[in-house]
């Protein structure tokens, strides 16, 4: 079975930071772009950073660029979500996606596998 685990989300105070992960289990997902998406309490999924299956490209959302860094190490399976200089405004859940479309997709629907998410509580 294909499985997708989110670990590391936390509480942290506002400018600090948080490293998330996203376990592949199941299969490998050579080929596959993967992404991170979050969810806010009553708002819509949303995109946050989708990095290449060879990692050569990265895409972020205009709220995270400067802060956010998407990585994946392809040996271990895993996606990577290093978060810096938190803001309140980045609280929500936090899921991990992965898509076999061509190039560097922001939709959520065009992702075909998920995670369970990960909760990011940001403090003021």
């Known amino acids: 079975q294909v499985q997708l685990v989110e670990s590391g989300g936390g509480l942290v105070q506002a400018g600090g930071s948080l490293r998330l992960s996203c376990a592949a289990s199941g299969r490998t997902f050579r080929g596959y772009a993967m992404g991170w998406f979050r969810q806010a309490p009553g708002k819509e999924r949303e995109f946050v950073a989708v990095?290449?299956?060879?990692?050569?490209?990265?895409f972020y959302a205009d709220s995270v660029k400067g802060r956010f860094t998407i990585s994946r190490d392809t040996t271990k399976n895993t996606l990577y979500l290093q978060m810096s200089s938190l803001k309140p405004e980045d609280t929500a859940v936090y899921y991990c996606?992965?898509?076999?479309?061509?190039?560097?997709?922001?939709?959520?629907?065009?992702?075909?596998?998920w995670g369970q998410g990960t909760q990011v509580t940001v403090s003021s």
């Open positions: 996606a992965a898509s076999s479309d061509y190039g560097l997709p922001t939709r959520a629907n065009r992702y075909d596998v």
């Open positions: 990095i290449s299956w060879s990692a050569s490209g990265r």
